[in-house]
Every structure is written in C-alpha cells, then in structure tokens.
C-alpha cells in the first residue's frame, strides 16, 4: 500500500481517533464510522498512561513493560500534535507499610524503583487520604482526561481532513483498507473471525464530583483513585466474561469499601456510577495488524490499557498501511499469533 490510500475507520474509540489522526497525517484519505454519539469504554476510562502500576498490578503484563513504557514514550508527540493535556505528576502506591514492601518488591523485580513519600508530602498531593496510609511515588506513570482527549483527537483528526460518518460498518467495504476499531463489539466477527479472540471485561467505576483529589493517581489495595474532572474517580472492576453496561451495587460493593479505606471522608458521600467493556486476548496485548481477510487491518483487544496504547497502535496501523517499517513490537502485536503453532 501507499501514501494516499483510501481507509475507511471502524470505530471513534481511543484507538481509532489515534490512528485515524496518523494515517491522515501520513497522507491517507480517511474516514471513520461510527454509530455511537461517545464512545463507551474510552470515555468511562480513568485516563491513566501507567506502564508501571500495570506492570506490577496486573498478572500478566510485567513481561509487556518494554512495549507499555514505548506506548508511553509517544505520549508526548501525540499530546502536542492535538494539544492534549498530560498530567506528568507520577503515580504513588498507597497503603500500610507491609503491603508497600510488596509493590517496593514488585518494582525491584522490574529494575525499577520508587521514591518513598513523606507523610507530610502526601498529605498535599494528596488531601483527604487516611492517616495511617504510606506512599511510594513511581515518576513513569501520567494520566490524561479521557473526554476532553477524545473530543481533541477528533478535532485534530477533523482538521487534518478525516470524514465522519455516524454508521456501523457491516461490511469490508470498498476501500483500499479496512481498519477495524471497534473494541469488545462483536458484531463484525462473522465477517472477521479472528475477533473471535477477544472477550469482554466488564468494568465499572466510581465518581465523588465532591472529593478534592489533590494531583497523583493513586494505587491502593483493591482500587486505584485518580484526579477526574476535579473531583475523584475509583476504579475499577474486572469482570471478564460480561459485556453489558449495567451498573450492579453488589459487584461495585469491595470497591467502595477500597476507597472508603483510602479516603475516609467518601463514607456516605454521594458518587455516581458508570461502566464500560473493555476488549481482551488471549495474552492480554491487542492484536494490530493485517488480518487474515485480505485488506482489513485490526486495532482490538487494548483490555485495560487502551490510552496508554493508542499512540502505539496508530504508528503500526499507518506503517501497515503505508509500507513502513511497523517497528520492533509490531511481531508481538500481530494478529496472527493466536493461530500460530508452537
Ligand atoms: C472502567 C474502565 C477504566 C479504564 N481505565 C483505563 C485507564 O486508566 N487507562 C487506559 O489506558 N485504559 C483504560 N481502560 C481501557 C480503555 O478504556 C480501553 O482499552 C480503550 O478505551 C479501548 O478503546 P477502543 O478504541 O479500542 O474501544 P472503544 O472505546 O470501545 O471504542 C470502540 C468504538 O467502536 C464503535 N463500533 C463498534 N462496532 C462498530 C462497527 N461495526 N462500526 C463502526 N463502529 C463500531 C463503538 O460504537 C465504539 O465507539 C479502562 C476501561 C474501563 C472500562
């Protein structure tokens, strides 16, 4: 393929804004579709860009720390290219003393290391948090604001002369490339069945529009609490195997009782819920790349880290697209490696 190819865009999520803003930037003629006004698990995310905290919270990615910390390294471009705030202020892990000797293990384990925060300090980064709590700062770990950032991906993408259509795509179409964006849906995956790969993770968050949340994304023992639309988002569950959007009191119970024991001015504060589905394979990574239908490329399966991703799979899609050399974590990310033999 060439500079100047005709992409039709399935999907207005994080990953699709991302690289429908590259492709367009390469010279492609662009167009994403998509039915939805917002989309829905790019717009209830937490915003985080923490290669980190994801590398030792979640089982699974410690192995992916080269390829997340490379995600987060084209932050910085991306955020001045669509004039998206980045809140560079760190990550601290929060909790008693014997548990932080575990994140502190867990971080040794990486190679890396945090700082240890003084009370004091702590108490300003972050007011209102339990006394007894200690910290430990990791400077890698950014955040964003997931809608403010969507509606600038948009704008951007919009000037730099992609189309919009409010469709579903059910078809391949008649572009030269097909770029499928479209998260935990399934609704292409008779056409494309290596979107049989993925399944959905549920995941519901908490908002308290009244608690201050000072600057760092806070990590604690069963939640994370992070500075949202001045006031305080916590996050979040995993609940693999759902794909509804239901809010479900039992299921947000233990996170409540996390943030409770985080922060405990929330106890009978008002906060509001909302739920989103995030899209997984098999090991956790999305797969980007050419299908196995000829002209499709798919951009899927970014589970808990799709922001963080974003800037990542829109450099391999357009390198796809354009005949580049996709880079060194294209091999990892290709969609062919679920039918690979051993
Ligand atoms: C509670 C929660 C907290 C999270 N926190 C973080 C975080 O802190 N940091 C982070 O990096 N990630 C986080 N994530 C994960 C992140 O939100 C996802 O990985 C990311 O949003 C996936 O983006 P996407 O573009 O792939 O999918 P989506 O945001 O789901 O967008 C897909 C879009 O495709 C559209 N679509 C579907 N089918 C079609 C079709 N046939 N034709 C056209 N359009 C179609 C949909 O309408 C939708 O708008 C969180 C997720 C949840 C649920």
Request: contains cysteine; hydrophobic residues 50%; aromatic residues 4%.
């Amino acid at each position: 393929m060439s500079r100047g190819a005709e992409v039709m865009v399935a999907g207005a999520g994080a990953l699709g804004l991302s690289l429908a803003l590259a492709l367009a930037d390469a010279g492609c003629r662009v167009t994403v579709c998509d039915p939805a006004g917002e989309p829905r698990a790019s717009a209830v995310a937490a915003g985080m860009l923490a290669p980190v905290f994801e590398a030792v919270f979640d089982a699974g990615a410690a192995g992916d720390l080269d390829l997340l910390l490379a995600a987060r390294n084209l932050w910085p471009a991306l955020a001045a290219r669509t004039g998206i705030a980045i809140d560079r202020s760190g990550a601290a892990a929060v909790g008693s003393q014997a548990w932080l000797a575990t994140v502190r293990a867990g971080l040794t384990r990486l190679g890396l290391h945090g700082a240890d925060l003084p009370r004091e300090m702590l108490g300003d980064l972050a007011p209102g948090l339990a006394p007894g709590l200690q910290g430990l700062l990791v400077r890698e770990d950014w955040r964003l604001e997931p809608r403010p950032a969507l509606a600038a991906l948009r704008r951007a993408a919009g000037e730099a002369g992609v189309g919009f259509r409010a469709e579903r795509v059910t078809a391949r179409g008649g572009a030269d490339i097909l770029v499928v964006a479209t998260g935990a849906d399934q609704g292409l995956a008779v056409a494309l069945p290596q979107l049989g790969a993925l399944t959905p993770i549920k995941g519901q968050i908490l908002r308290f529009a009244e608690q201050g949340a000072g600057r760092l994304s806070l990590r604690g023992q069963g939640a994370y609490a992070v500075p949202a639309g001045g006031g305080l988002a916590v996050g979040a569950t995993m609940e693999p195997g759902l794909a509804d959007i239901a809010i479900d009191p039992v299921a947000l119970a233990p996170l409540s009782r996390a943030a409770e024991w985080m922060f405990p001015d929330l106890v009978g504060m008002t906060s509001s819920a909302s739920a989103g589905v995030r899209a997984a394979t098999p090991d956790g990574l999305p797969m980007v790349g050419f299908s196995t239908t000829p002209g499709v490329i798919l951009a899927v399966g970014a589970r808990r880290n799709g922001w963080l991703l974003a800037p990542l799979v829109a450099q391999i899609v357009t390198a796809c697209v354009t005949g580049r050399d996709p880079g060194p974590y294209a091999r990892r990310l290709d969609p062919g490696r679920f039918a690979r033999t051993p």
